[in-house]
């Protein structure tokens, strides 16, 4: 290959690339992101290989594997251009029908095509699916039109455009002025307004200066940096090349999560496609810009994704914070001026500078512009990767794009920004997703997180669940994170097995208070939020545990007790085999009984019996 | 630049040498803002967070320890807000209800307005305030300690669980060492600790004399023998 001295050198590129892929009378993408490879694409993947070269087909059609396409409820995932044709559920036994049928006589296979479960319609272009309509997948969407792996994709669809403008015609001044215009706000948790950090770390003093790309992805549940590092390496890279640039920076690192083995490879070709080509290395495009790009594998704790503590453990050290009194753009990374944003915030700078400030502000809402991608879980019909213009509410989230409760029970909450995240009850759900709304409403956008819960899920549970989770992620350097977490977990497992008590209750609030407003780092500073926002809005489930006894959602164990209806109860025996613990008794014939001081709550003879008769209590 | 920097604690206009920290300025000037990781002569790490204040930067404000915060000119501080002295109070309470046998810590406890603790006692005998760890390593150059585990499970440790050839047995780890002052009646057993409350012996002074609040010096050193950090601080006065 060839390297880029200029505009023209990459329209060329770019240009022969399209050409190359117009020869293909048609392309089939599938998905290979970390849902659909769970739901074996690989197999399919190589179905159609085998498939296509058996039938000599190879020349005619063309195969992209990509990152993840974000549905990935439904993979493994194809989509068909021209055309548009989307099927989903894919197996290796379809692929034969889809060559013979789709392929080569454009005929759709229904059964492959995915049906709207609102109104049982069958849907045979991607872009009509609701899932992707309510969408506005700027960052993401370009996953499906790139071979990961091969930077002619990207190129072809534009890639490294915005390099090479701003390499050309801008001033570095000039790109933080349009990336301030913009309004991007860090997406990796924090919300820093990514223009004023570019423009601080411009002006510190001490040389050499780095940008660092984090893709530590701790939370547990969220795919979202993965999926773009993955799937477009080279967004990434471009963005970082961008910031470089206009920081003055010379280095730059990308910290990916031990566990994300395809990231880490992905980036790592990439990074060297890109240094082949001359856009990264020295003197990049004949001008006197150098900058080069290292992969380092993370730590392997959630708390190294804080920028200090990310810092340390790329210099060796542990992974812990440090107090920011002293700004990371000023003393970061070896105590020189670094310039730390997340993946997805990298991502959208070569979108921004191609499309213009104004475009990327045209969405949102007033203090929050552009789209954010999120990981919607939970108890949701459609699970996946969303992305959304900033501003759209909850609602619209969870019902438009993710179809509903998967259950058919009622929704009864949202937790979102990750493990430290408030839960919002279905009453806020017409809150926009904007940095300062969710904040107010005690959660917050975070990293990207969106854990949907149904009636079914206990709120006192919920935030056990996650302060475990904390607790156990927390460094242990600073008093308020290490002992008033373990306070608040402490009472809080008082309150879940029964020994709750008013007091308790206010010592939690006032521990959670003092957590929040005194730990070193934001992991103990937004640790509290699953507690408070559970206590404000669902003060009314603390008390039953406390005052009752009861577990309203019948989750927490010691609260909960099982029982045989007399009355349904048919004396089948059923649940009598079922029980594990050997706490049922009973005549065949006649009511059973279960005994309390051998039960053990788990809930299997509820599920055994036919006939509806283990009451739940 | 000049030497010194004026900055604003409590109202009060504060003049202290550049590259002072908040907490340092303050006190010398004899405000009182209670601390217990902080020791003279080595860096700060923040990790006891009792120092905490409010710095007041264009109209807002946000809340940091004093001992990591460096004075700058025209700073202004607020270390006695109510949404401090209460979360003040409240990890001075933690504290006490980890490692109730340190007179040290009783101390604090009573001087951050702790009244009774609500937390059921854990008598450990260790609040990882990393005291030891720092001046073994910053003030004797030794690396005899340091901390091992994350989380519930950080603790002080010895390479090997052994004392190492290295150690220049100084002492400075007990000498600095908060838990090495037990509380006047002795040590408490587990299950009949109490929150001492009563016992001034290192409170004789209060805070209102601005200039001799024992306090401070409680804050510095539990250095029985002066030999270590508390040597800065000596030579300084
Ligand atoms: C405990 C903890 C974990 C974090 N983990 C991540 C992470 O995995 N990825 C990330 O981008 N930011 C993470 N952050 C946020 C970073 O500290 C930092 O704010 C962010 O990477 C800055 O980039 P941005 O401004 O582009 O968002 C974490 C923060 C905390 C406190
Ligand atoms: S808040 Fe928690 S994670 Fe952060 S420094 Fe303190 S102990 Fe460590
Ligand atoms: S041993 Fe003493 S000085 Fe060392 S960390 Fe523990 S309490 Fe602090
Ligand atoms: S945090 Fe400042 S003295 Fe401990």
Redesign the pocket.
């Known amino acids: 290959m060839r390297t880029i001295a200029c505009m023209e050198d990459l329209e060329k590129l770019a240009e022969q690339k399209r050409k190359e892929n117009r020869g293909y009378s048609r392309t089939v993408t599938l998905c290979a992101g970390t849902g659909c490879c769970a739901s074996g694409c690989l197999s399919v993947i190589k179905a159609l290989r085998e498939e296509l070269e058996r039938l000599k087909l190879k020349e005619k059609i063309k195969i992209r594997a990509t990152g993840c396409h974000g549905f990935c409820e439904q993979g493994p995932l194809m989509v068909i251009e021209p055309g548009n044709i989307f099927y989903c559920r894919i197996k290796p036994e379809d692929i034969p029908e889809i060559v013979a049928e789709t392929l080569q006589k454009d005929r759709l296979i229904e059964r492959l095509m995915y049906t709207d479960p609102s109104s049982g319609r069958k849907i045979a272009c991607e872009a009509e699916i609701p899932f992707y309509k309510a969408q506005d997948r700027t960052v993401l969407g370009q996953n499906k039109l790139v071979d990961p792996c091969a930077v002619g994709d990207y190129i072809a669809n534009g890639g490294y455009s915005a390099l090479v403008k701003v390499l050309t015609s801008m001033k570095p001044e000039e790109v933080i002025d349009e990336i301030k215009r913009s309004g991007l ?8 307004p ?1 223009g004023r ?1 570019w423009e601080y770390c411009r002006q510190a003093e001490g040389e050499p200066k780095y940008v660092i790309c ?6 547990p549940g ?1 795919y979202m ?1 993965r999926s773009v590092l993955e799937g477009n390496p080279h967004v990434v890279i471009e963005g970082m090349l961008i910031g470089a640039f206009a920081i003055g920076a010379k280095h730059g690192f990308i910290y990916v ?1 031990n566990e994300y083995p395809l990231a880490v490879e992905h980036s790592k070709i990439a990074v060297e496609q890109a240094g082949k080509l001359g856009l990264l290395g020295t003197n990049i495009l004949g001008t006197d810009f150098s900058f080069d790009i290292k992969i380092a594998r993370g730590g392997g704790a ?9 810092m340390a453990s790329l210099e060796g050290m542990v992974g812990e ?1 440090r107090p920011k009194d002293i700004h990371t753009t000023d003393k970061g990374f070896k105590d020189l001026p670094t310039n ?7 991502a959208n700078v070569p979108f921004i500078i191609n499309k213009g400030s104004s475009w990327f502000a045209s969405k949102g809402t007033s203090g929050s512009k552009g789209t954010k991608i999120f990981a919607l879980t939970g108890q949701i019909r459609n699970t996946g990767l969303v992305e959304i213009s900033m501003g759209t509410t909850l609602r619209e989230i969870i019902y438009d794009i993710g179809g509903g409760s998967a259950t058919g029970k009622k929704i009864k909450a949202v937790q979102t920004g ?1 493990p ?1 995240g408030g839960c919002l009850p279905e009453e806020l759900f017409d809150l926009p997703v904007d940095f300062e709304a969710l904040a107010e409403a005690g959660s917050m956008v975070g ?1 990207g997180g969106m854990v949907v819960m149904d009636e079914d899920t206990c709120m006192v549970d919920v935030a056990r669940y996650f302060l475990e989770f904390l607790l156990d ?1 927390s460094c242990g350097k600073c008093v308020p994170c290490r002992i008033g977490l373990s306070r608040m977990l402490e009472i809080i497992k008082d309150i879940t097995e029964g020994r709750g008590t008013e007091e308790k209750l206010e010592l939690l609030k006032d521990t959670a208070e003092t957590v929040s407003v005194a730990s070193l ?3 103990g ?2 640790a509290p939020n699953p507690v408070l926002s559970t206590i404000k809005y669902f003060r009314s489930e603390y008390e039953a545990h406390i005052k009752k006894k009861q577990c309203p959602a019948g989750v927490c164990r010691e609260l909960i007790h099982y029982s045989i209806d007399r009355d349904k109860c048919t004396g089948c025996g059923v649940c009598l085999t079922a029980c594990p613990h050997e706490a049922i008794t009973g005549e065949k014939g006649k009511v059973h009984r279960i005994e309390d001081d051998k039960c053990r709550k788990c809930g299997i003879c509820g599920e055994a019996c036919k006939f509806g008769a283990i009451k739940l209590s | 630049m000049s030497e010194y920097v004026t900055l604003t604690i409590n109202g009060a206009k504060v003049r202290a040498p550049r590259g002072t920290s908040v907490l340092d300025a303050a006190l010398d000037y004899g405000i009182c803002i209670p601390h217990l990781c902080h020791m003279q002569g080595v860096i700060p790490t923040g990790v006891c967070r009792l120092c905490i204040v409010e710095v007041i930067e264009k109209g807002r404000s946000k809340v940091t320890t004093s001992c990591t915060l460096e004075a700058e000119e025209g700073m202004v501080i607020l270390a006695h807000t109510d949404k401090i002295l209460k979360a003040r109070k409240n990890i001075a309470e933690m504290l006490v209800a980890e490692a109730p046998n340190s007179r040290a810590i009783q101390d604090i406890a009573l001087k951050c307005g702790v009244k009774d603790v609500r937390y059921p006692f854990r008598n450990k005998d260790c609040v990882l305030c990393g005291r030891c760890v720092r001046a073994c390593t910053e003030i004797w150059r030794s690396r005899s300690l340091g901390f091992v585990g994350r989380g519930e499970q950080r603790h002080v440790a010895l390479p090997f669980d052994e004392r190492p050839e290295f150690c220049k047995r100084c002492n400075a780890c007990i000498d600095l060492c908060p838990m090495t002052i037990t509380p006047c009646d002795g040590p408490m057993k587990k299950g009949e600790e109490y929150f001492c409350g009563k016992c001034e012996s290192q409170l004789s002074m209060s805070e209102d004399f601005v200039d001799s609040c024992v306090w401070c010096r409680l804050g510095e050193g539990f250095d029985v023998t002066g030999r270590h950090a508390g040597r800065k601080q000596e030579d300084k006065r």
């Open positions: 706000r860090g997406r990796g948790g924090g919300g820093f990514a950090q984090n893709a530590d992805e701790g939370d969220a940096d999560r959630f708390v190294c994704g804080e920028s200090t503590a990310l914070p730390l944003n997340n993946v997805e915030t990298w990750g430290s990293s992620e780092c934001a992991l500073k937004t």
